[in-house]
C-alpha cells in the first residue's frame, strides 16, 4: 500500500475512531463472502448466517462456472445480498477485494460490524445469536477460535459431527506438513469504526486504535470435502497465487500446488486428513464428536 492510499483510509478510521469503544445494543451486522464456485455449500452458508443474526451479506464471485452465480442472485432478488461484486480478474488478489467489500459494508450500508467469511466458514455462537457476542463488548476487534470439520467420505457435509485438534508431532500420524490437524489460526470479527485494512485469509485486521478481547463464536471450517474437490480446490488456488508470485500468504497453496505438478497431490490427500491412523487419532482425542452444526442444518429448509 502507497502513502497515497495509506492516508486515504487513515482519515476515514480516525474519523470514526470516536465511536469504536462504545457498546452498541443493536448493532447491525454485515458479512462478506469471497466465493468461487461453492454450490454445494453456499445456499447454506447464507441461511445459517442470517438465522444467526447476520443482517446483509455483500458478495464478491470470482469467475463462478456451477451454479453459484444463480444462488447469489435468488438470494439478492430476497433482499438478503445487498450487493453482489463480479470480479473477473485471475490473480487472486484477496486482501484488496475482501478490503473493498468493508468498505462498501461501512459506507453504503451502515455496518457497524463486519465478519469477513469465506463459503466454508460456519460462524457459530452457543447463543444462536452473533450478536450477543457485539453488543456486550467495548472491544473493537473479537477474537474466534477455529476448528476444522473432519470430512467422511461418502456422506453429505451437513451430517459430519467431528472436529480435530492440533497434533504437535505430525511424523507420529503420517501427517502432511498442510493437514487439518495443524494448528487452526483464530479469526476476527471488526468493527467498521477505525477500521484500517484486513489481512491475507482475514485472519488479523489492523485498527485505528485497536483494542481486542476473546469470543465464544467458533467457525466450524469445512476446507475438505473429499478427495476431487480438495484436488480442484488446490489447483485453482496454486494457478491464482502463480500469478502473484510476490504476495505473501497462501503458503498451503503453494506447497500443494508444487506436489500436483509433480504427481503427487492425490497421494498427499491421505496425509491431509489422516486417514492411515484415524483410529489412533480418535483415541488420543485429537478427533472429537463436538459439532454442534448438524441439528442446525437440519432445521434450515432451503427457500
Given amino acids: ?45 447464507l441461511l445459517f448466517h442470517k438465522a444467526a443474526g447476520v443482517d446483509a451479506f455483500i458478495v464478491t464471485d470470482n469467475n463462478s462456472t456451477d451454479g453459484t452465480p444463480g444462488i447469489l442472485e435468488k438470494y439478492r432478488k430476497k433482499g438478503w445480498i445487498a450487493e453482489i461484486i463480479r470480479e473477473t480478474a485471475t490473480d ?14 461501512r459506507d453504503r450500508y451502515g455496518a457497524d460490524w463486519v465478519i469477513n467469511a469465506d463459503a466454508d466458514e460456519f460462524w457459530h455462537s452457543p447463543s444462536g445469536s452473533l450478536k450477543d457476542a457485539l453488543s456486550h463488548t467495548r472491544a473493537n476487534v473479537l477474537d474466534c477460535e477455529v476448528r476444522n470439520v473432519l470430512p467422511e467420505e461418502d456422506t453429505d457435509f451437513t451430517q459430519w459431527d467431528k472436529t480435530v485438534r492440533e497434533v504437535p508431532d505430525r511424523e507420529a500420524f503420517d501427517l502432511s506438513l498442510y493437514s487439518i490437524f495443524g494448528r487452526a489460526t483464530k479469526k476476527v470479527i471488526h468493527r467498521t469504526a477505525g477500521y484500517l485494512q484486513i489481512s ?15 469470543a465464544d463464536v467458533v467457525v466450524y ?65 485429537y478427533i472429537r464428536q463436538d459439532c454442534p452444526l448438524p441439528r442446525i442444518f437440519r432445521n434450515l429448509e432451503i427457500q
Avoid: C
Fill in 221 to 285: 471450517h469445512y476446507n475438505i470435502r473429499g478427495r476431487r474437490q480438495f484436488m480442484e480446490k488446490m489447483v485453482n488456488g496454486g494457478r491464482q497465487l502463480e500469478q502473484r508470485r510476490k504476495q505473501h500468504g497462501g503458503r498451503h497453496w503453494r506447497y500443494f500446488y508444487a506436489l500436483w505438478k509433480d504427481g503427487r497431490l492425490e497421494a498427499e490427500y491421505d496425509r491431509v486428513t489422516g486417514v492411515r491412523f484415524r483410529d489412533r487419532l480418535l483415541r488420543e482425542g
Fill in 92 to 105: 487472486y488478489a484477496q486482501k484488496q477485494w475482501v478490503d473493498r467489500m468493508v468498505g462498501l459494508a
Fill in 200 to 214: 491475507m485469509g482475514n485472519h488479523k485486521v489492523a485498527m485505528l486504535p485497536r483494542r481486542s478481547a476473546p
Fill in 1 to 45: 500500500m502507497n502513502f497515497t492510499d495509506m492516508l486515504k483510509k487513515i482519515f476515514p478510521a480516525l474519523a470514526g475512531s470516536f465511536r469504536t469503544f462504545r457498546f452498541t445494543p443493536r448493532p447491525r451486522l454485515v458479512m462478506t463472502l469471497l466465493v468461487k464456485n461453492e454450490e454445494e455449500l453456499l445456499e447454506r452458508n
